[in-house]
């Protein structure tokens, strides 16, 4: 019995032996392992849309806050709260017999004293006539033109007191002044409204809208020294990033600077006006841009800048700043220290470090050594763009 767990443990042995033989044996025999396969792209000029980005806020073009003007009983609202109104349409009636009365009396007392002057030019005109005889008088003559003109100054009251009492009645009619979109009531029905009630509701206008967003000095200043050759305002675009991360569908056009810097800010105000047309397809009325609303602004370049610039997946960082790897013509892997300038999602502007025409590694980067050689071949070919914008 112990003779046969001897054989078994020796048998073991040797075939543990031999397979580790073997493996010796394979290794010596497969190939060395060659330099790490890299991708590459050349450092090359390439067009890109200079891009800043800030923040910013929609604001209306016109807001209007309705106010009664008269003093009477609300009768009646004829808008939907929310909706976008018209300039001239009806939205709140206030009770009108009180202003009508009062614009009837005023027309009653016009053709009263109409009828009085009249009668009073008659005389005028027989006094004159009289005054050349033995029964006429100067003093009668003088009587009857002074009766006359005060009747005719009295008409003259007359009827700025009708035209007064006219505008009062129109004013029992609130309507839009401008064409926007309107809040709910501040104020229902059956209410005494005067002016001193307050807003009734608020109107802001729709299409188009202002950004406004604020900069710093020292970036408007840059700005400026950009853009002022290149034809100030119309060098630039401006656009949109709504609060999904969308990009808005229309472009806008500055239109104004803030004379004043805010100090405790140390920044000044830029303005644009941008379009805020319908959504096609939707039900009802609906646009994309609301009063108040928070965006980020682009300010874009109008036309395209040369720089040099490589993926941005070929820039590594460390506590020394930003580099790339570069193929020598040894093929073996350089560090090039570099600076960056404006920069893209998918490119980096190379504004110092590098030169046209270097082979920058940007494919297998985790597999390369300062100084050792590598395998270069293209790199995987990105989708196909146009001047990408570029972003500080």
Known sequence: MAEMSWTASAYRAAIAFALAFLSVEAAAQAPSAGPPAVGVVRAEQQQITQSDEFNGRIQAVNRVALV????????????????????????YEIER????????????????LEAQHRNAEITLQRAQKLLPTVAGQQSDVDTALANERALAAQ??????????????????????????KISATQVTEGNVVSPTT??????????????LFPIPVRTGLALRERYQPKGGFDAVVVKLR?????????????????????????TFTLRAVIPNPLITGMPGVQRELFDGEFVSVLLEGVEPITVLAVPRAAVLSDQQGDYVYVVDAQDKAQVRRIQQGQSTPSLAVITNGLKEGELVITEGLQRVRPGEAVSPAPATPGPSVGPAGARQ
């Not at 003093?71 to 018209?86: S, Y």
């Not at 990009?247 to 056009?253: F, L, N, P, T």
């Open 242 to 266: 709504l609060p999904n991360g969308k990009i808005y569908g229309s472009d806008g056009k500055l239109d104004y600077v803030s004379p004043t810097i805010t100090e405790n800010t140390d």
């Open 198 to 211: 307050g807003t009734l509701a608020n109107i802001v206008s729709q299409d188009p809208m202002y950004v």
């Open 155 to 180: 008409i003259d009251g007359a009827k700025a007191q009708l035209q007064t009492a006219q505008i009062n009645l129109g004013y029992t009619n609130v309507v839009s002044p401008v064409d926007g």
């Open 97 to 112: 017999p009180p202003f009508q009365a009062l614009v009837d009396a005023a027309k009653a007392n016009e053709e009263q």
């Open 68 to 91: 009664a003007r008269i003093t009477g009983f609300l009768e009646k609202r004829d808008f939907v709260e929310g909706a976008e109104v018209k300039k001239g349409d009806l939205l």
